[in-house]
């Protein structure tokens, strides 16, 4: 099948910075698949997703050998066609509740102005409102007219999502989508976003520092580390035989519910960027000469794509398990 | 545990904030004890009480009802004058590493500011306790010069704990002190915590919203709901026989970094709006009768063992279903 979603070699600058934000990415989404980009922060990982929409201030450079999402060039997409795009096609949630929201404008007016830019009102309106209850929100009619501080943080997401999915985009960029929401309340939402991305045949793709997350949502998984793929594949593949040291290291250093406990957890060292080489050579012990001084290019390795010049050791012998 | 005297006692804490006509319970008759040199872990979601029970422990809230004990001794008797002695040995570390420190202060300055306040170092003698501190904590001397947007979150939070430390205190409180770090650095902080217990054997009060964090630093623990105390005991069996359908929620809601060992999320009814009377969880609970809408459940027993302190407070604990573990797929 070929894919909605298609970026080469994205590259993000921000003025004035030494090192770029987002530097060679590139992955295939198909329609209704699931794609995470995990990484820490300052990873670049929003960056991934803000230059995606082009939602970032002109000022920042965005360079891509390929960025097309449904056989357009979206980086070359005139203002007026990318806004339609976004209006109707590319859908986007983020962290925060209370942020995303303007908080003297009820929730229903705010709702019905997505759909009026999507020119889907008033005919999607019956369509909204069974979303509404679909998400969780029981008698959506008369909550429609109440103000966000009325509503939970919890809430707030859960109407993001209906308003992101009603008009029936192809594909959903999630940023973060539960993080700042308790852990109940984050598993029942993502059930139910899952159980309508399969109902939409919606391809999602989900930002997100969480790797228990990722791990429940995404079939396809990117590492990020400043910027760089370090590594991708699925994602039963990746966790199961993480190839580069990062990946090892993240893992490894979430605590669980199973398993050994007051002991202490595998911890990465800090370090510094390394400019011309593996962008991880200071972090990992592995790290030779040769990590300094050449970038790694993503080798296939055991179902996933490893961008380390010891990929097979690494393997071999975990470094942080 | 073994039987020492408890440093800790918090007995029937009622704490209720009013805004209006509206009373909230914040915390509802919270009991718990910490015994010298152990980590208890309080787990809950927003709204629990958790982080009002930290500021009760710190003297920075008042109690409507109950009583705090520090060895032996009633809290209220402890803060009258300057509260100089308790607010020594009871030190806190909170959530946001960089906001807790005064970002026009070096982080030196910042660390030496209890031992000035309670006239503990003055001199060179402060100099090289503070880096002696600096020390503990791992990070290097010569940070005591930087100021806190010089520095990163990880050792912001360093920082932050060798300020704690200051002052030796038996108890740490510790309020969702790792929950703002990534992943790598939460690892070297939980690290640190574990050091600190043992090296210099402080009690904490690790309080989080993160069961698998508070499951892996804490030797015993309490979780909270709407206020209450919904289970508590050792960590293991908390965690591996959890008999309160709300434990089981947040067992099962918890999402490993494994995507073939996820959990299967135990079924629970839509959140409504929190009952007054009754068990609070009940309008969430599929095992809910009658009963339970009506009556406050107690805490009681359900370890296997006499004497396991393994305690919940749910009327439904004799449901077979509830002695099973948790599913994952």
């Known amino acids: ?321 | 545990m073994a039987v020492t005297s408890p440093l800790l006692e918090l007995r029937n804490l009622r704490k209720t904030f009013t805004a209006g006509p509206h009373a909230v319970a914040a915390v509802r008759d919270v009991s718990l004890t910490i015994h010298p040199g152990e980590i208890v872990g309080l787990v809950g979601e927003s709204g629990s009480g958790k982080s009002t029970v930290a500021n009760l422990v710190l003297g920075l809230e008042r109690p409507d009802a109950g009583e705090i004990r520090y060895q032996g001794r009633p809290l209220a008797e402890l803060l009258t004058g300057s509260g100089r002695a308790y607010r020594s040995a009871v030190q806190a570390v909170f959530q946001d590493p960089v906001q807790a420190m005064d970002s026009r202060k070096t982080v030196g300055w910042s660390i030496a500011e209890p031992l000035l306040i309670h006239r503990a170092a003055r001199g060179a003698a402060l100099r090289s306790r503070v880096a002696e501190l600096l020390g503990a904590v791992h990070l290097d001397p010569s940070l005591a010069d930087r100021y806190p947007h010089q520095i990163s979150g990880g050792q912001a939070q360093r920082a932050n704990i060798a300020r704690a430390l200051a002052l030796e205190p038996s108890l740490l409180v510790c309020d969702e002190a790792v929950s703002a770090l990534d992943v790598s650095v939460q690892a070297q902080i939980m690290n640190l915590f574990l050091e600190i217990q043992q090296r210099l054997s402080t009690a904490m009060l690790f309080i989080s919203h993160a069961l698998p964090v508070v499951r892996h630093l804490a030797d015993s623990m309490v979780v909270m709901y709407a206020g209450a105390v919904v289970e508590q005991g050792p960590t293991e069996a908390v965690c591996e026989a959890p008999r309160h359908p709300y434990t089981r929620l947040l067992i099962g809601s918890s999402l490993p970094p494994d995507p073939e060992r996820q959990p299967v999320r135990p079924p629970s009814a839509r959140r409504e709006a929190l009952p007054t009377a009754g068990c609070r969880f009940a309008p969430r609970c599929v095992l809910a009768t009658d009963r339970c809408r009506s009556d406050d459940p107690v805490l009681s027993e359900v370890g296997s063992e006499v004497g396991s302190a393994h305690a919940a407070a749910c009327w439904r604990t004799d449901v077979p279903a509830l002695a099973e573990p948790v599913r994952r797929r």
């Open chain 1, 1 to 321: 099948m070929s894919p909605i979603l298609s970026v080469r070699g994205l590259t993000v600058c921000y003025p004035n910075a030494d090192q770029p934000a987002v530097d060679d990415v590139g992955f295939d989404l198909a329609p209704g698949a699931t794609i995470a980009v995990v990484g820490e922060s300052g990873s670049g990982k929003s960056t991934v997703a803000l230059a995606l929409s082009r939602l970032l201030n002109p000022a920042v450079s965005i360079r891509a050998d390929a960025l097309t999402f449904e056989g357009h060039d979206l980086l070359g997409l005139p203002r007026e066609a990318l806004r339609r795009l976004r209006a109707r096609r590319i859908a986007m949630i983020f962290q925060s509740p209370f942020g995303s929201w303007n908080p003297s404008r009820t929730i229903g007016a705010q709702l019905v102005d997505g759909l009026r830019a999507a020119g889907l009102w008033p005919e999607r309106r019956q369509r909204l409102l069974e979303l509404l209850k679909r998400v969780g929100i029981d008698d959506p009619e008369r909550r429609l007219g109440d103000y966000p501080h009325r509503f939970s943080g919890g809430m707030l997401q859960r109407a993001m999502i209906a308003g992101a999915l009603v008009t029936e985009p192809s594909l959903l960029i999630a940023d973060e989508p539960t993080s700042a929401l308790d852990a109940t309340v984050q598993a029942e939402i993502l059930e139910i976003l899952d159980e309508l991305r399969k109902e939409q045949n919606l391809a999602l793709m989900l930002i997100s520092h969480d790797l228990g997350v990722v791990a429940r949502v995404a079939q396809h998984t990117l590492v990020l580390y400043r910027g760089r793929v370090v590594e991708s594949g699925p994602t039963a593949a990746l966790y199961r035989h993480a190839g580069h040291p990062y990946t090892q290291g993240l893992l490894a250093a979430v605590p669980r519910l199973e398993g050994p406990r007051k002991t202490p957890l595998p911890a990465m060292p800090q370090g510094t960027a390394t400019i011309g080489g593996c962008v991880f050579a200071s972090r990992c012990p592995r790290a030779e000469e040769l990590c300094r001084t050449s970038a790694p290019p993503a080798r296939r390795l055991n179902g996933t794509d490893v961008a380390c010049h010891f990929a097979e050791d690494v393997r071999r012998e975990p470094i942080w398990r």
